[in-house]
């Protein structure tokens, strides 16, 4: 079975930093692109960062760039998603996500349960 | 960036209704659209790829269509446990953006 444990979550102080991890298993884990993905309180999806089963390649959005950095660990299967500078902006349930690969399209398979981090004084 | 506008924000229906969902893209993605079921609380759930094939283990009242720039979500005889809100997202390119969302609640 396939399972996706997101931690490191909490309240944070604008400015401050937090490292998110995710546990993977019941996948070979270093085979996947995997990405983070968050959702405002009430609010919609959002993409935030990709990276390949090498770390090859990695992706970020606009809103997060400069800031946070997406990392995993193959041997450990896990997924980290560092963040500093954190702003009110941020706060957010952040999902780890699974992709499936479909004629060179990623689409998102599996998700964990998601952290929720909320930034604020 | 590509940007995805979802409408109606909301529908209200009835059990056994068909509900009808669209999902534009701001510039044509081909085929490469997703659809997305959230519960409150929980993390969402794929239901269609490129853009209308079925994911493993989704009933077949749903179903989507589509390609280019306009594309359609439809539950053709809504049950209890629909009752949720659905997302598009475009894959064709970064960032991979999602539609705002459409509610469909309880008539």
């Known amino acids: 079975e396939v399972q996706l444990v997101e931690s490191g979550g909490g309240l944070v102080k604008p400015g401050g930093s937090l490292r998110l991890s995710c546990a993977v298993s019941?996948?070979?884990?270093?085979?996947?692109?995997m990405n983070w993905v968050r959702q405002a309180p009430g609010k919609g999806l959002e993409w935030v960062s990709s990276?390949?089963?090498?770390?090859?390649?990695?992706h970020y959005a606009d809103s997060v760039k400069g800031r946070f950095t997406i990392s995993r660990d193959n041997a450990k299967n896990s997924l980290y998603l560092q963040m500093n500078s954190l702003r009110a902006e941020d706060t957010s349930v952040y999902y780890c996500?699974?992709?499936?690969?479909?004629?060179?399209?990623?689409?998102?398979?599996?998700w964990g349960q998601g952290t929720l981090v909320t930034v604020s004084s | 960036d590509i940007q995805m506008t979802q409408s109606p924000s909301s529908v209200s229906a009835s059990v056994g209704d068909r509900v009808t969902i669209t999902c534009r893209a701001s510039?044509?993605?081909?085929?490469?659209l997703a659809w997305y079921q959230q519960k409150p609380g929980k993390a969402p759930k794929l239901l269609i790829y490129?853009?209308?094939s079925l994911q493993s283990g989704v009933p077949s009242r749903f179903s989507g269509s589509g390609s280019g720039t306009d594309f359609t979500l439809t539950i053709s005889s809504l049950q209890p446990e629909d009752f949720a809100t659905y997302y598009c997202?475009?894959?064709?390119?970064?960032?991979?953006?999602f539609g705002g969302g459409t509610k469909v609640e309880i008539k």
């Open positions: 996500a699974r992709v499936r690969i479909i004629d060179s399209a990623p689409y998102f398979v599996y």
């Open positions: 019941g996948f070979t884990f270093s085979s996947y692109t």
């Open positions: 990276i390949s089963s090498s770390s090859s390649y990695i």
């Open positions: 510039q044509g993605i081909s085929s490469w």
């Open positions: 490129a853009a209308s």
């Open positions: 997202q475009q894959a064709k390119s970064f960032p991979q953006t």
